[in-house]
């Protein structure tokens, strides 16, 4: 199978190796969604089971997008990376599997991970006022708690 990926894509398929009997594939982030329709389409993932992020501040790629893909007529796994700078904006895939919906609101809630073409792209989890992003390392979620809580609810934090 990464064997395919590299025939299809060529240099988008910046990494590949297995673990665990698991295909990794780390590709260009501008490439995901014609990546992604290939998985579903050709490949037969056909479950996006998880999108989420890893934060690597100190990287000029800072974050690790992460797709765990899953294909129920193979009972096999694929897990998708793109590596993504602060203020780059990746495709969206929601258009490939509608459970990336929630999912990338999710990762631009809590790391500020811009998805293009997304359908409604807003804060899932937090008061759209929220100030900053709580899963990336560098983040201080007790300043931004009391802040918060003292101005929208008029108390002082119990932090």
Same mark, same amino acid.
């Given at each position: 199978?990464?064997?395919?990926?590299k025939?299809?894509?060529g =240099?988008? #398929?910046?990494e590949?190796?297995l673990? !665990?009997k698991q295909? #990794?594939?780390?590709? +260009?982030? @501008?490439?995901?969604?014609? *990546?992604? !329709? &290939? +998985?579903r @389409?050709?490949? !037969?993932?056909?479950?996006l089971?998880?999108?989420?992020?890893?934060?690597?501040?100190k990287?000029e %790629?800072?974050? @690790?997008?992460?797709?765990?893909?899953? +294909?129920?007529?193979?009972?096999e796994?694929?897990?998708? %990376?793109a590596?993504?700078?602060?203020n780059?904006?990746?495709p969206s895939?929601?258009?490939v599997?509608?459970?990336?919906n929630?999912?990338e609101?999710?990762?631009?809630?809590?790391? =500020? *991970?811009?998805?293009?073409g &997304?359908s409604?792209?807003?804060?899932?989890?937090?008061?759209?006022e929220?100030?900053?992003y709580p899963?990336? %390392?560098?983040?201080? *979620?007790l300043?931004q @708690?009391?802040?918060?809580?003292?101005?929208?609810? =008029?108390i002082? +934090? =119990?932090q």
């Open positions: 199978m990464v064997q395919r990926y025939a299809r894509f =240099g988008a #398929i910046q590949a190796w673990d !665990r295909a #990794i594939l780390v590709v +260009s982030a @501008d490439r995901l969604l014609e *990546i992604a !329709r &290939h +998985s @389409d050709e490949e !037969r993932f056909d479950y089971v998880d999108l989420t992020a890893v934060d690597w501040p990287r %790629k800072r974050f @690790d997008l992460v797709l765990n893909l899953y +294909s129920f007529p193979k009972n796994r694929l897990r998708v %990376k590596l993504v700078a602060e780059e904006a990746v895939v929601e258009s599997w509608p459970t990336a929630w999912l609101r999710e990762a631009f809630d809590m790391f =500020g *991970i811009v998805f293009q &997304h409604n792209l807003k804060r899932l989890l937090l008061p759209e929220w100030q900053g899963l990336r %390392k560098d983040y201080d *979620i300043q @708690d009391e802040a918060w809580v003292r101005e929208n609810l =008029g002082e +934090s =119990g």
